[in-house]
């Protein structure tokens, strides 16, 4: 597995309160992403980053922020958690983010909003 | 937005037999395709990819299929074994930056 680790692994927490998802890489990878995994919805892009301090909305964006201000850190918030944002969350990193780059995945993180 | 449709969402095969996943996309500018295997609360992991310059590519047990023209991909696997039991996952490129998943095929192999 690519050097990759996400924590926590698992966090239960009350609707309302903030939430910080940390991933944390070693391979020095320039692009970062955060995913959102659903039963019957696949992955869906929340943010990512094409650099230090560069961010940008995937397609679920509403409710979360996100902050890079290290290369291998890339940090997901929930404001204020929701029952729906209840999910597990993955991050997942590539080389150049340009055509034809594959994408590696973190162990994910378990997350439930009561 | 990219969307990517993925046939079938479950898929039940006699072992030993082949299994078929089919992945339709919708922005013609796509040109990376690659296939996840998610075993059950494991990370999806790249198991095979192609490019939009390429036809067909295998390995091994696994091969893929890419029609440009048609704007769809599939995922073939011969000779299925117990350990393919696993939720599939197809994408395609949207934009430069992102990809685009499928909702994925959770595929059971039965003994």
């Known amino acids: 597995d690519a050097g990759i680790t996400q924590s926590p692994r698992h966090k239960v927490t009350e609707t309302g309160t903030p939430v910080t998802l940390r991933c944390h890489q070693t391979e020095n990878h320039r692009y970062m992403y955060w995913y959102r995994q659903d039963p019957g919805h696949g992955l869906r892009l929340i943010h990512y980053s094409y650099g230090v301090k560069d961010t940008d909305k995937g397609e679920v964006s509403d409710g979360y922020s996100v902050s890079r201000s290290k290369t291998e850190d890339f940090l997901l918030t929930l404001e204020s958690a929701t029952s729906s944002q209840t999910s597990v969350y993955f991050c997942?990193?590539?080389?150049?983010?340009?055509?034809?780059?594959?994408?590696?995945f973190g162990p994910g993180t378990r997350l439930l909003v009561l | 937005g990219e969307n990517v449709e993925q046939h079938p969402s479950t898929l039940s095969v006699q072992e030993g037999d082949s299994a078929v996943i089919k992945c339709t996309y919708s922005?013609?500018?796509?040109?990376?395709f690659p296939w996840y295997k998610q075993e059950l609360g494991k990370r999806p992991q790249l198991i095979i990819d192609i490019r939009s310059n390429v036809g067909e590519k295998k390995d091994q047990r696994i091969a893929v299929t890419l029609n440009k023209t048609a704007k769809h991909f599939s995922l073939h696997i011969t000779e299925t074994q117990p350990e393919d039991s696993a939720v599939y996952f197809c994408a395609a490129t949207f934009g430069n930056e992102k990809l685009t998943f499928g909702t994925g095929t959770r595929l059971t192999i039965i003994p």
């Open positions: 922005d013609s500018a796509s040109n990376y």
């Open positions: 997942a990193i590539s080389e150049s983010g340009g055509n034809q780059e594959t994408q590696y």
